[in-house]
């Protein structure tokens, strides 16, 4: 059971109108009595706030809208909202952070007594299923780094998160990207110091594209269309490098053929590849798999 409910679309709050209010109400509080007949508690309920409640230029779209939307959430007895704050909006420029947007948010909030949940979106908005926006990640990072982007076998590359395999490289500008995430993340503190634990009483981190904590295996602008397995992600520089030095220290993998080279494609059937019918049973096979997922558990860590 979560602590908390989240209603995403159709109830993205700059399509509220009377009827969805009425809805968000009636909706809420039957998850809320349903929460409470399980665990005896009652869970706050948050409603996410559209994508592009700020802009790419860092400005609150429509104040005078949004704070009409807030009013409703009010009326609809709601205990807050969620909200994105993106890295490419809010670091335009190396280690020069702008969270005025968000602040403005916060006040809104806080004059009507909503609590808040910020989700640090060190992702690029657009592309993905449900994205009605184009907010990539800094220009600064976008164009001065070469080979950090995933890459599938095609050589297509994905700038939609640094690859995982690129955490601890120094880039352009003198840091990794680990330290960059974390340099953000000290100056949302500092912003925003005395709203925690009351205005703003939670932060979600994403952690990979989409804000999920996984590979960007099936994009659409590369050609994936639902059910297609997707494809690893595994050819950029510094995967390589780190699959390599994995099959070195590994006792006897010494001429295994890695990555797979049975794994399909974006729109494969499990059962049409090698890798996945009875490949992935196969030392190599596990090896590859358990090297893949454990790359992904340390980027999270």
């Not at 609150?60 to 709601?78: F, M, P, T």
């Not at 890798?275 to 090896?287: A, C, K, M, V």
């Amino acid at each position: 059971i979560f602590p908390f409910i989240h209603l995403n679309s159709p109830f993205q709050v700059d399509t509220i109108g009377k009827m969805a209010t009425k809805l968000i109400a009636y909706t809420c509080g039957l998850l809320a009595l349903a929460f409470q007949a399980l665990s005896g508690d009652v869970p706050g309920v948050y409603v996410m706030l559209s994508l592009t409640t700020v802009n790419d230029e860092g400005y609150v779209s429509d104040h005078e809208q949004i704070a009409r939307d807030l009013d409703k959430l009010v009326e609809a007895g709601v205990d807050g909202y969620m909200v994105d704050v993106w890295w490419g909006i809010t670091e335009k420029e190396s280690q020069v952070y702008d969270f005025s947007a968000y602040q403005e948010l916060v006040a809104m909030a806080k004059t009507r007594h909503l609590k808040v949940q910020l989700v640090a979106s060190f992702h690029e908005c657009g592309g993905n299923v449900g994205d009605a926006c184009n907010i990539p990640l800094p220009a600064w990072l976008r164009e001065n780094n070469a080979d950090i982007w995933f890459k599938d076998q095609h050589g297509n590359e994905d700038k939609e998160y640094i690859s995982f395999f690129a955490d601890n490289v120094k880039l352009h500008d003198g840091r990794t990207p680990l330290q960059m995430y974390g340099d953000w993340m000290t100056a949302l503190a500092n912003t925003f110091a005395e709203d925690f634990g009351s205005t703003i009483v939670e932060i979600q981190v994403g952690a990979g594209p989409c804000g999920e904590l996984r590979y960007p295996s099936y994009v659409q602008r590369f050609g994936w269309r639902f059910p297609g397995i997707g494809v690893f992600q595994v050819y950029d520089k510094y995967a390589s490098a780190a699959l390599t030095m994995a099959i070195l220290s590994a006792e006897g993998a010494r001429n295994w053929e890695l990555p797979p080279v049975d794994a399909g494609d974006y729109n494969s059937r499990p059962d049409q590849t090698g890798s996945f019918t009875d490949g992935y049973l196969s030392p190599t096979g596990s090896f590859f798999l358990n090297w893949y997922f454990d790359s992904l558990k340390t980027h999270a860590a």
